[in-house]
T-cell receptor, first 113, second 113 residues
Framework: KAGVTQTPRYLIKTRGQQVTLSCSPI?????VSWYQQTPGQGLQFLFE???????NKGNFPGRFSGRQFSNSRSEMNVSTLELGDSALYLC????????????FGSGTQLSVL | GNSVTQMEGPVTLSEEAFLTINCTYT??????LFWYVQYPGEGLQLLLK?????DKGSNKGFEATYRKETTSFHLEKGSVQVSDSAVYFC????????????FGGGTRVLVKP
């Protein structure tokens, strides 16, 4: 059974640009969550989608957005990139997202120059 | 709001030594508690979990007991191996907060042969 797949693995962008990251969950999983990991702030919750609806959102500015498709694949978008957006972005999936084990992808390492 | 505090690393040990990583939490509801592990270049993997007070989670020789009276969930392993070198994250999931994971800052463990 394939795990959670995130693409691309690495990204380099410049300030002001926008970026889209992709996440394919494990087959049968309908919940997809996104986390930002930085050395300074640690792991922070961005948002969670279930059946194409955003069910929960963390404390990030509106530049961070996401969506989920009917096949449960998810994308997150960051517009007007800032240097502080440099981070490892992790996607996690689970069947229901309710108090159960999350399966994480290897992440997308975003560097903003 | 919810928060998780764990001991800062790095923790450096010799093979076969005893490992303890302290974790305490603050939550408004009745959280489930987790330990996740992150190996270099990879995403997070669930190590163990406990869903109610006095539950003991265990996996791969690691154990942690949910202590409601001390709001703690300390991770222990009796005899570590070089392959246990990784970053360990304590986390909680609270239905009142929409089931998102709140992570501690992570503890890097280095086991030397």
């Amino acid at each position: 059974k394939a795990g959670v797949t995130q693409t691309p693995r690495y990204l380099i962008k410049t300030r002001g640009q926008q970026v889209t990251l992709s996440c394919s969950p494990i087959s049968g999983h309908r919940s997809v969550s996104w986390y930002q990991q930085t050395p300074g702030q640690g792991l922070q919750f961005l948002f969670e989608y279930f059946s194409e609806t955003q069910r929960n959102k963390g404390n990030f500015p509106g530049r961070f957005s996401g969506r989920q498709f009917s096949n449960s694949r998810s994308e997150m978008n960051v517009s007007t990139l800032e240097l502080g957006d440099s981070a490892l972005y992790l996607c996690a999936s689970s069947k229901t997202g309710l108090n159960e084990k999350l399966f994480f992808g290897s992440g997308t390492q975003l560097s903003v120059l | 709001g919810n928060s998780v505090t764990q001991m800062e690393g790095p923790v450096t040990l010799s093979e076969e030594a005893f490992l303890t990583i302290n974790c305490t939490y603050t939550a408004t509801g009745y959280p489930s508690l987790f330990w996740y592990v992150q190996y270099p270049g990879e995403g997070l993997q669930l190590l163990l979990k406990a869903t109610k007070a006095d539950d003991k989670g265990s996996n791969k020789g690691f154990e942690a007991t949910y202590r409601k009276e001390t709001t703690s969930f300390h991770l222990e392993k009796g005899s570590v191996q070089v392959s246990d070198s990784a970053v360990y994250f304590c986390a909680l999931s609270d239905q009142a907060a929409g089931n998102k994971l709140t992570f501690g800052g992570g503890t890097r463990v280095l086991v030397k042969p």
